[in-house]
């Protein structure tokens, strides 16, 4: 009687191990994809970032305004500067 | 009878050989014992350096380097995560399927990837520094059977958003992050960071496990420039085509502001990283020149603006078998405002003679030709004032018209500057300020003054000169509608082989803007020009271009009254 008490209290440990290992290689799995998922987002961050100060470049802002837009650069007498009021 | 004593023979039992056997077995552990217990006494150091040396070698290449930002924050060169994409020829499943899509994720040719793959061991790189789309593909396909064998190892590029704009000035950081060139050699320290004597481990899967201690290290320092990037836009722009309108080989265009000693914009062209014309070109100026000596002159009280000077028939004899001539005017007598307007070598020689050698060659000194800036720009020339008294006659007098003395464009600009400013010599600023991490502000760019070159008369006499060289003279293409603008221009020819050549020459142009209250200086040099041009012709226009997109910019109100 006491052996089979210690043969059921081994299987359940085992069971215990068994279903904590499982456990853990889940969480393991998910844990690592999210982290894949993080560096996918953060290189599609650095990229987009990349491309706005590509775009907001002084040389594509003047083409695309003299291009689409038809401005041209204004003269430096054209600017009328206000004082800053006191 | 003789008892003879008899040894026994030496027997070899079972517990002599077990005892033997022992012996063997122990041996080979106390020798390895005894190698441990040497290298961990006496080779330690050797075997600690050799280790550090691994981790420091890919940390190296792994590491984040500091940004190089603009004035405004507008960054200019700065480090992004990319990968590498490798290939571990063990674990690859599929090989043709695998190859295929390398093949058309990362664009390149199947038979590449097959030469690769012949030629390595197990391990092999595909690509380096992949596109980030092309990462989020590959990464995609990782954990399924066609990603098997596939590596993406991470590494940092450094990444120009504006493409070469003040590539120049910022210069090139290698594979390893080593600061090679420009401002990237300037400041490695600050913008990379000494981790050699740090521990880092790296795992399985490529990603680096730093000591608490250097994680919390970690963070490098940010440079900001004085630069203002869409000046420099303007000043590379105007100087790429005035470049290839003339034909020219090289040339430079540079914006100070003349009260703080800021450079604005420093601008090559054709642009080559950490390579800046600013600093490391020395040339002979020409008449831009003339400024000094006559500034000098005016300064030591030796002349007035008011005087006349003789022109000697337009012929003037410096020495035996050494004549100066002006062809671009007929007159016997010249002001000084117009020996500057109509840039002639004889009056501008006939006051450098009246100054003396000791006098100008102090002078020359003193608005900081002949030495290096503090800006320590890699590669930067101190250019070459030979000293005073081994010149001849001849050569003062072509020194006063800018011959003989060897200036680099930051050098010219400063002493131009200087005059601008009430006379004032200024430190010239490249860095504005380094941040570090942890938000500490190091302000690098306060204005200091060197010295005092001309007395403030002397610099408000100049101005009206050089003002009216822009007005009436040789400078007229850098007038702008609305301002005063006070400069002077310069066409020198080069010295060759054979003397100086009418076919090699530079063309410059140099002054500031508005002329009541300068706010920016601005030269223009073009170097070796095919097209035969002038100073006034070719670089004028360039300065007026740059100059008006500049005043526009920052809003500075015209300082002439009636202008419409």
């Known amino acids: 009687m006491r052996v089979l008490g210690v043969v059921i209290l081994l299987a359940l440990f085992s069971f215990g191990i068994v279903v904590m290992r499982i456990e853990i290689n889940r969480s393991g799995r998910a844990i690592s994809q999210a982290q894949n998922e993080v560096e996918i987002k953060e290189a599609r961050n650095q990229y987009l970032k990349l491309e706005i100060l590509r775009l907001s470049s002084p040389e594509n802002i003047s083409r695309l305004a003299q291009e689409k837009l038809g401005l041209v650069p204004v003269k430096p007498h054209e600017v009328v500067v206000l004082d800053q009021p006191k | 009878m003789l008892r003879r004593s008899v040894s026994l023979p030496f027997t070899f039992d079972l517990k002599s050989r077990m005892r033997l056997a022992g012996y063997i077995l122990l041996l080979a552990p106390l020798i390895i014992l005894l190698r441990l217990a040497y290298m961990q006494t006496f080779l330690h150091e050797e075997f600690a350096s050799k280790a550090e040396r691994a981790i420091y070698n890919y940390l190296a290449e792994d590491r984040l380097r500091g940004k190089i930002l603009d004035v405004n924050g507008r960054e200019l060169a700065e480090s992004v995560r990319t ?129 608490r201690k250097l994680k919390e290290e970690l963070s490098v320092a940010n440079v900001y420039l004085t630069i203002d990037e869409v000046a420099q836009y303007y000043a590379e722009t105007a100087l790429k085509k005035a470049v290839e309108d003339v034909g020219a080989e090289r040339g430079a265009a540079l914006v100070q ?34 400024t000094i000596s006559v500034a000098s002159a005016l300064d030591a009280g030796v002349i007035s603006v008011t005087d006349s000077i003789d022109m000697e028939g337009r012929q003037w004899t410096v020495a035996r078998g050494v004549t100066l001539r002006d062809k671009q005017h007929d007159k016997d007598f010249l002001s000084v405002p117009e020996v500057l307007q109509l840039s002639s070598n004889i009056g501008a020689g006939k006051i450098a003679v009246e100054l003396g050698a000791k006098n100008l060659f102090y002078y020359i000194k003193s608005f900081g030709f002949g030495t290096k800036t503090d800006v320590n720009f890699n590669g930067e020339s101190k250019g070459n004032v030979p000293p005073y008294n081994t010149w001849t006659k001849v050569d003062l007098a072509s020194k006063g018209y800018g011959y003989g003395v060897l200036l680099t464009p930051i050098q010219l600009i400063g002493a131009y500057s200087a005059v601008a400013n009430g006379g004032t010599l200024m430190q010239p600023h490249l860095v504005d300020r380094i941040e570090y991490a942890g938000g500490k502000v190091e302000k690098l760019s306060k204005p200091v003054k060197i010295r005092r070159v001309i007395q403030p008369e002397t610099s408000q006499a100049m101005i009206k000169v050089l003002q009216s060289v822009v007005e009436v003279g040789s400078g007229k293409r850098a007038k702008i509608k609305g301002y005063n603008v006070a400069g002077k221009t310069g066409t ?73």
């Open chain 2, 492 to 564: 020198a020819e080069k010295l060759g082989k054979d003397g100086y050549g009418k076919r090699q020459h530079v063309v410059s142009f140099c002054g500031f803007v508005p002329a009541t209250n300068p706010q920016f200086t601005i030269l223009v040099v073009l170097d070796n020009p095919s097209k035969y041009t002038f100073g006034g012709t070719a670089a004028a226009p360039v300065f007026k271009e740059i100059a008006e997109h500049l005043l526009a910019l920052k809003g500075v109100k015209p300082d002439q009254l009636d202008f419409e």
């Open chain 2, 257 to 290: 502001e003349p009260s703080t000693g800021k450079i604005l914009a420093a601008a090559s062209y054709p642009v080559k990283d950490g390579q800046s014309m600013a600093f490391q070109f020395a040339y002979e100026p020409g008449s831009t020149f003339k």
């Open chain 2, 83 to 211: 990968h590498s994409c490798g290939v571990n020829k063990r674990y690859v499943k599929d090989k043709d399927k695998t190859i295929d899509f390398l093949a058309q994720t990362l664009d390149i040719p199947k038979s590449r990837i097959m030469e690769k793959w012949n030629r390595a061991g197990n391990f092999f790189f595909v690509a380096k520094k992949i596109k980030p789309d092309n990462y989020i593909k590959i990464s995609k396909i990782l954990r399924t059977p066609l990603g098997e064998g596939l590596e993406l190892t991470p590494e940092y590029e450094r990444i120009h958003p504006y493409g070469y704009s003040a590539l120049d000035v910022i210069g090139a950081a290698n594979s390893k992050n080593l600061g090679l060139s420009g401002v990237e050699q300037m400041f490695n320290r600050e913008l990379s960071q000494d981790i050699s004597r740090k521990r880092a481990k790296r795992a399985r899967r490529g990603e680096i496990i730093y000591d």
